[in-house]
Every structure is written in structure tokens, then in C-alpha cells.
């Protein structure tokens, strides 16, 4: 009778024990078999009790079936306990490998800035940023668009609550912060953000991406613009044979000022991408206004510069035939994944 009160407290705590230090549901299946099983230590205990008296059988009864309870309920307790535990694991595996998981990727904003300033580095570039909340200094005034200079209209500029703030209309702005920071020779690419409160369609857009390009040195000529417009857009186009053309435009930083049209990468005879003419419009450039050296402090006589700017959208929409300018910042998952 003394030993199986002994064996009964002895298997209430080793199993007790081996139920806390189990890590896995099949330990403690193990651990519930050699306990609670049919053949396990609890049903032995109570084949014993056979040949035990009658007064024995009452008080040992009740003793062996609080132990199989309570067995069972510490059995209860650490299956919830591994369960739970299993599940969490299953939530947060980040390496868990799902099917049809949605997979993330570099937006074309991104993509399409990396791939410019990787055709302008390998032309000898640096990549310049400048801030999108202006001055008028920067965005206007030094860019030789004086106040109630008519071009300040045609800009639609958002401003802002503090005095003198608004927000880019043109990443030109970047032109005189680079030209204050380095003294000539300097080369440099901004691509970035500008906007313009004009109302929206699938070729206007309140906010776009503009890329400027400055090259300030002695000596520097129109046939480098051009020969550098015409390197760029082949490179960005893929096209070796692309050609450009020139056509007078007026933009009061530089003089004189050009548009320059590429050949339609995608036709010889006219298509609708040029519009049955075989050219697509697709920059704008020109010699650096004296003025405009002036301002930053760079002396006219000794250096001059181009200076060439673009529509990044503009031009990712004529490459990959994009309709809608609106769908780059749109969170469409079906637009971002083409790319
Ligand atoms: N900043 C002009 C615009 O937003 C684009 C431009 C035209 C940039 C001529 C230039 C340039 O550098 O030379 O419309």
C-alpha cells in the first residue's frame, strides 16, 4: 500500500517534469502514451489494485483517478501550449515559401532613375539632388525668369503658406544650388520630383519627374549639346541609329534655346507613336543664359554651358507605351508588375 502511494507521487511528478521540458507536439504524444496509453503507467498501476483488499481498493481508488485527471490536465495544458507555439512560428517564418505571394519590387520611378543616372555616370555625370520645396530664387530668379516675367504664369506654381515657398515646377531649379556649390568644370544629372497645379489627364500631371542636366566648362559648344542629347537617347532607347533634330524653343535660361526631337525608335515611315511624322518630341536644351552664370557667380567670359531637361515620364511612356501618365503613382499592381 506504501509503495504504490510512493509509485503514485513518483508518477505525478516525472510526468509533470517530462510534460514542461517537451519542445514538440510528438514528444509529448510520447510522453501522453507512456503515461495515459492503454499500456501506459497509469492503467498498470490500476491492474494492480486487483490484488489489492477491498479497504485498500477504496482508498487507493480515488487516489489513482485524481492522478489520471490530473495527468490528463497537465497533458491539456502543454498541447495548448505547443500548439500555440507552432502557429506563431508558421505566421512569422519570413522564409516560409508561399505560392502565389504577391512578390515586392523596385517601383519604375526607381527603376527608371537608376537606369538615367547609370547612361549619364558613364558619360562622366554626378547625380544631383535639390530640394522640392523652393524659393523663388532658385525655381525663377536665377533661371533669368525675373518677377512678372510671363513664364512665371505658364509655371501654375503651387505655393506655399510661408512666404517666398513653393513647390518645384522644374527641376532647372537644381541648376544654380550645383553651380554655387562647385566651381567649373561641372557635370551633373538631377533627376526628381516637380509639380504644377494644372488640372490632370493622361498627359498632365499635378506631380511628375523631371530630369536636368548641366554641364558648365570653357569652350563648351552646341555640337556638345547635341552630340550628348543624341548619346543619351540612344542609350536610353536602345537604338544606335536614332537620330535627332533641332527646332528653335524659347526657355528664358538659355540662349539660344532648342527643342530637340529624336526619330521615332519604333518606325521609318510614320506610326502612331510620332503621329504619322517620324519624329517625337522629346527635350529641351540650349546654351546657358549668361545671366544665369552670372547669378551663381560664374564669370560668362570664361565658361559657358548647356543645359538639357526632360519629362522621365514622358520618356518611359513613349518606350514602354504607357497611356496614362497618372498610373506612376497609382498603386496599380497590375501596372507596377510589367515592370
Ligand atoms: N525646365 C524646363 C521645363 O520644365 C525644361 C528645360 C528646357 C530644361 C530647356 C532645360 C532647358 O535645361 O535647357 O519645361
Known sequence: MKKIKDTIEKIEKSCMQSCSKAKTADELEQIRVEYLGRNGKIAELMSTLKNCSL???????????????????????????????????QLFDVTAYRPHQLRGSTHIYTQLIHELSTIFIS?????????EVETEYYNFTTLNIPEDHPARDSHDTFWLCSPDRLLRTHTSSVQAHEMEKTTPPLAVF???RAYRSEATDATHDFMFTQGEILLINTDVSISNLLATAQEFLQAFFGKNDLKIRVRPGYFPFVEPGLEIDGSCPFCTTGCAICKKTGW???????????????????????????????????????????NDIRLFHSSNISFMNQF
Open 123 to 131: 558619360m562622366g555625370y554626378t547625380v544631383a539632388d535639390g530640394p
Open 55 to 89: 479497504e485498500e481498493k477504496r482508498e487507493l481508488g480515488p487516489l489513482l483517478n485524481t492522478l489520471k485527471t490530473l495527468l490528463q490536465e497537465t497533458y491539456e495544458t502543454h498541447k495548448k501550449r505547443i500548439d500555440a507555439k507552432s502557429i506563431t512560428k
Open 190 to 192: 538631377a533627376p526628381g
Open 280 to 322: 517625337i518630341e522629346l527635350l529641351g536644351s540650349g546654351l546657358v543664359h549668361p545671366k544665369v552664370l552670372q547669378y551663381s557667380g560664374i564669370d560668362p567670359e570664361k565658361y559657358s554651358g548647356f543645359a538639357l531637361g526632360f519629362g522621365i515620364e514622358r520618356l518611359a511612356m513613349i518606350k514602354y507605351g504607357i
